[in-house]
């Protein structure tokens, strides 16, 4: 997975991820600051609001433990809908 972004940084991230492929199957899930394969990318120059950080969030054979899913793999799409 390449080209995902986050502003600011953390101690921790919610992500959402399609790692089955497809159109479908978004899954959530938190990764946590220092995890193996996941590191920040370069800071990103950009117009406009320059207030926070946008940076690229690189994955690398990175493993997410099941315990960090947010919901049910494949239905994270809902999870930012909910009210």
Not at 3 to 31: E, H, L, M, N, S
Not at 34 to 61: H, M, N, Q, W, Y
């Amino acid at each position: 997975m390449d080209q995902q972004w986050t502003r600011g940084w953390p101690v921790y991230c919610v992500c959402y991820a399609r790692p089955d492929g497809g159109y479908k199957g978004i899954t959530a899930f938190v990764v946590e600051k220092g995890t193996p394969g996941f590191t920040v990318g370069r800071k990103e120059d950009k117009l406009g609001i320059r207030a926070s950080s946008t940076c690229e969030l690189v994955f690398e054979d990175c493993v997410v433990p099941e315990a960090n899913l947010l919901g049910e793999r494949g239905k994270g799409y809902r999870l930012p809908l909910r009210r």
